[in-house]
């Protein structure tokens, strides 16, 4: 239950977020995610929009930690950031769905670019791990790392060095990826290590090991990735 008192100051608040003042919890609002702040407005009936003026920024924030779950949708002719748990109508405005104009410019282009950059990277590219990689243009070489390589990648490799040469519209670095869009696209560097190490060590004990050989690290897909992602 959503509490609120008058008397109550920020400072009161322990790690939680909450207080018991008077016998009564008091959560601080900011604390809820957006599914939370969507059942605590229906169920007590509060009317409007937004709650508080930095309720955008906040949803931009939450939005680059947890891109999979958001998309842009045309509504009746103009778009709308919209969450995966919405129904489409107008008690979720302001929190699980919200208008383009609600947004300034330069944060609707963020949420905008991000969102793009994890579509093209789960519909057109698939990871690789460890690869060396040569930039022509400024000699720089990107040793063994995680890239996202676009499926229609014609390859080219530097005569001298035998590298991997670095195309900038076609590869990205893993690690280039916010924490937000590593998520989105099911990369997750610590658990890949992890799993290679125990497959390596399985194969040196002489036995297939936890995970078996059903997966080609060095080739692996979008969905195979995601699907080890969610299965942890």
């Known amino acids: 239950m959503l509490i609120s008192d008058r008397q109550a100051r920020l400072d009161d608040y322990d790690q939680e977020g909450k207080l018991n003042f008077n016998k009564n919890p008091i959560y601080r609002w900011e604390n809820f995610n957006v599914q939370q702040r969507f059942e605590i407005k229906r169920v007590k009936n509060i009317s409007g929009d937004y709650l508080s003026n930095d309720e955008i920024k906040w949803i931009v924030r939450k939005v680059k930690e947890d891109l999979g779950v ?16 919405a129904q489409i ?14 947004f300034n410019e330069a ?22 791990r460890g690869l060396v990689v040569f930039n022509q243009e400024t000699n720089e070489y990107y040793e063994k790392d995680d890239w996202f390589i676009h499926n229609q990648l014609e390859r080219k490799f530097d ?3 035998k590298c991997l040469i670095y ?8 690690k280039d990826l916010s924490v937000g869009e590593q998520k989105a696209v099911g990369y997750n560097s610590q658990f890949i290590q992890k799993a290679q190490t125990l497959q390596e060590n399985s194969r040196s004990q002489g036995s297939k090991g ?5 997966y080609v690290w060095g080739s ?3 969905i195979s990735l995601i699907g080890l992602a969610f299965t942890r």
């Open 107 to 128: 944060e609707w282009a963020e949420i905008n670019g991000s969102l793009e950059k994890v579509n093209n990277i789960k519909q057109n590219a698939k990871l690789e």
């Open 210 to 214: 936890v995970l078996g050989n059903s």
């Open 220 to 222: 692996f897909t979008i």
């Open 70 to 85: 958001w998309q842009i949708k045309k509504i009746e002719d103009k778009d709308w950031l919209v969450h995966d748990f």
């Open 159 to 161: 005569d001298k060095t």
């Open 167 to 174: 195309v900038s519209n076609a590869m990205i670095r893993a």
């Open 89 to 102: 109508n107008r008690n979720e405005i302001g929190t699980l769905i919200h208008d383009q104009q609600k």
